[in-house]
């Protein structure tokens, strides 16, 4: 099992960045590929980007350019770094691991842009 902290999230003006983290309670280097998602209220929750534990990068298409993912194994955290951030940003994002087919989720932080 692995349990999954998110953390970064918050209020940010239209045209901001932030940070997000997911911390592990694990080493991530077995844990085949994690990933950032995100729900927006009323909608259903959509991927964002994923990475492997080769490094292999995966976005969605509608994310591509503003988003980043990243991963620091010495720290057991994935990063998903997202600028130039629009109110359509808005969302709880919620970290997800696969490993070896078994799924666990974060509870997820929020991120609310807005002026």
């Known amino acids: 099992q692995v349990q999954l902290v998110e953390s970064g999230g918050g209020l940010v003006q239209p045209g901001g960045s932030l940070r997000l983290s997911c911390a592990a309670s694990?080493?991530?280097?077995?844990?085949?590929?994690m990933g950032w998602y995100r729900q927006a209220p009323g909608k259903e929750r959509e991927m964002v980007a994923s990475?492997?534990?080769?490094?292999?990068?995966i976005y969605a298409d509608s994310m591509k350019g503003r988003f980043h993912i990243s991963r620091d194994n010495a720290e057991n955290t994935v990063y998903l770094q997202i600028d130039n951030l629009k109110p359509e940003d808005t969302a709880v994002y919620s970290c997800?691991?696969?490993?070896?087919?078994?799924?666990?989720w974060g509870q997820g932080t929020q991120v609310t842009v807005s002026s």
């Open positions: 997800r691991a696969n490993q070896y087919g078994y799924i666990y």
């Open positions: 694990r080493s991530i280097t077995s844990i085949n590929a």
């Open positions: 990475i492997t534990n080769d490094g292999l990068t």
